[in-house]
């Protein structure tokens, strides 16, 4: 049975972008409460903002402020090297290596940071000497006091370290699963070692997954390093605190160490966005080129 088709295919489709009124609708209301909640801050009166302003580039906050990068910088440098022989570990075939990484993980996942500050802290409560040397004999290589060998700020790079380490070292097997595994197979068939195949095929492929979430951790870091006023470590917060319980301005020496804070994590987002880009080369990523846009189909 013939049928007719009235269509009329001459017309040009014009894709035309969907517009989507709800999404600017919030946006805006969103910034406006934004907004009004900076400046029902700014203006509050029970903050005297010359003292935000004297405070703000003071030396022992700059002091601080250089301690807590440095810090930072050398608690992840630790963790990352840790975090990649436990992952190696916990994907190793060796029973007794997965489960020394699995109880190291979970042990420092499962007590609070705060708790394993205070603990290396106060360590040498425990034990007032320590001796590094070979058991049942007579050598020693180190011994001394232990508050004179493991500072307050030894103590918390130990103890920041350990911690992250623990944590990142999911961040590194998830990366390193998410590696084809025909990518070992073709190493393995070309004479590499499990060393050369893991340094030079796997990590550099499972650096595209490590490095977003990495880089969350490094800043979890920089804002963790706070905790270490309790071991008196003088950092940012501590040298805050340590001023405003002079001059008992409290709220400011809050807003002052809250910008710095911020203005930290602010700029360790720039060299995270270049590493994804760097590794994310030749997949699809909404960072490294505009995402797809939606479209509606007419006729001109």
């Known amino acids: 049975m013939a049928t007719t088709d009235n269509t009329d295919y001459g017309d040009d489709v014009v ?6 009124p709800a999404r600017w609708i919030f946006g805006g209301i969103a910034s406006v409460l934004l907004l009004s909640f900076i400046w029902a801050v700014y203006s509050a009166k029970s903050i005297q903002h010359e003292l935000v302003a004297k405070y703000i580039f003071d ?25 990649t022989l436990l992952a190696i570990m916990k994907l190793s075939a060796n029973p007794l290596q997965r489960w020394l990484a699995t ?21 040498g409560i425990i034990f007032p000497q320590l001796v590094l040397g070979v058991p ?21 790079v130990i103890a920041l370290s350990l911690n992250e380490a623990a944590y990142s070292a999911e961040i590194v097997r998830a990366g390193i699963l998410a590696v084809d595994s025909g990518q070992v197979e073709a190493a393995k068939s070309l004479g590499m070692s499990g060393g050369q195949t893991m340094r030079r095929i796997v990590l550099p492929q499972a650096m595209r ?6 880089g969350n951790e490094f800043i979890g870091m920089l804002k963790n390093t706070s905790l270490l006023q309790v071991i008196a470590v003088a950092e940012l917060y501590t040298a805050a605190s340590t001023i405003s319980s002079a001059n008992l301005a409290q709220i400011e020496l809050l807003v002052v160490s809250g910008f710095w804070y911020l203005a930290m994590t ?7 966005r270049a590493l994804e880009r760097r590794y994310g080369r030749g997949f699809a ?12 189909v007419g006729r001109s």
């Open 15 to 20: 894709a035309v972008p969907l517009r989507h």
């Open 59 to 83: 030396p022992r906050i700059l002091q601080g402020m250089l301690v807590t990068i440095f810090v930072t910088v050398l608690c992840m440098a630790i963790a990352a090297i840790l975090a």
């Open 103 to 123: 109880g190291f993980i979970e042990f420092f996942r499962g007590t609070p940071l705060l708790l394993q500050i205070v603990f290396w802290g106060y360590l």
């Open 136 to 156: 049942y004999t007579d050598i020693v290589w180190l011994s001394g006091d232990t508050s004179d060998l493991i500072p307050a700020l030894v103590a918390g």
């Open 209 to 214: 997954v490590i490095i977003p979430p990495m």
């Open 266 to 272: 602010t700029v360790l987002g720039f060299p995270q």
């Open 285 to 296: 990523t909404v960072g490294g080129r505009a995402a797809p846009r939606a479209f509606k």
